[in-house]
């Protein structure tokens, strides 16, 4: 149970363009999803928080216009990278709460992640 | 400071025997959860196992045990018999509080090399 599936796991765009990664939890309601990014070889940097019917919460430095996130049903969040250039080229990983459980000890699930490449 | 702290950029360990990575933690809620994800090459974040900070016993699940020592504040991660397959990034994590709505904080990873 408790399965997230990432859209595209790969993507090569050119510069100017934009990209949209879909979420979707497939066995369960996400109430809330996050959305990381992961450059190589370094550790998953939180973006922002996706809470379904409402606005997305940035962490600071992560440009809202930029990565836009859309999270309008239970099971679905959306981050479109608009105006992609080279230095958005990263690993984008999703997750999402597990199933109804509010407890502490509820893991996230993750999505396999996408790999962007802008060119 | 970073809450999550992971000393050991990579590691290196026979098959078969066991291994542990470091990672320590800072906080000052009295509530919170500690977990450990495996990173394969592929790139999907498996989750592994989980400590909360009110657990009086280490948590363990199969070859994986989590050596929890809350007055230090670490939450080292104990692989016993380490197969190829382990080779991977580790990352350590922990979630404030006791909301499981809330996010998690991840560590630079350690990336462990399983040796034939």
């Known amino acids: 149970g408790a399965v997230v599936s990432q859209h595209p796991s790969w993507v090569i765009c050119k510069s100017g363009t934009s990209v949209k990664i879909e979420c979707r939890s497939l066995d369960f309601q996400a109430t809330t999803m996050f959305w990381y990014r992961q450059f190589p070889k370094q550790s998953l940097m939180l973006m922002a928080t996706s809470n379904e019917g409402s606005k997305a919460t940035y962490e600071q430095g992560v440009e809202k216009d930029k990565f836009l996130i859309n999270h309008a049903s239970l099971t679905l969040s959306t981050l479109t990278v608009t105006s992609a250039h080279p230095e958005d080229s990263s690993f984008y990983i999703c997750?999402?709460?597990?199933?109804?459980?509010?407890?502490?000890?509820?893991?996230?699930?993750f999505g396999n992640g996408t790999r962007l490449t802008v060119t | 400071a970073q809450k999550i702290t992971q000393t050991q950029p990579g590691m290196f360990v026979q098959e078969k025997e066991a291994v542990t990575l470091d990672c320590t933690y800072d906080t000052s809620d009295q509530s919170y959860g500690l977990f450990w994800y495996k990173q394969p090459s592929s790139g999907e974040m498996i989750f592994l196992i989980y400590q909360g900070s009110y657990d009086e016993q280490n948590a363990t699940e199969g070859r994986y045990s989590l050596n929890f020592q809350k007055a230090r504040k670490s939450a080292n991660l104990v692989i016993s018999a380490s197969q190829l397959g382990d080779s991977a990034m580790y990352f350590c994590?922990?979630?404030?509080?006791?909301?499981?709505?809330?996010?998690?904080?991840f560590g630079t990873g350690t990336r462990l090399t399983v040796i034939p």
């Open positions: 994590a922990m979630r404030e509080g006791l909301s499981g709505a809330n996010n998690l904080f």
């Open positions: 997750s999402a709460r597990g199933g109804a459980a509010t407890a502490n000890n509820s893991p996230l699930h």
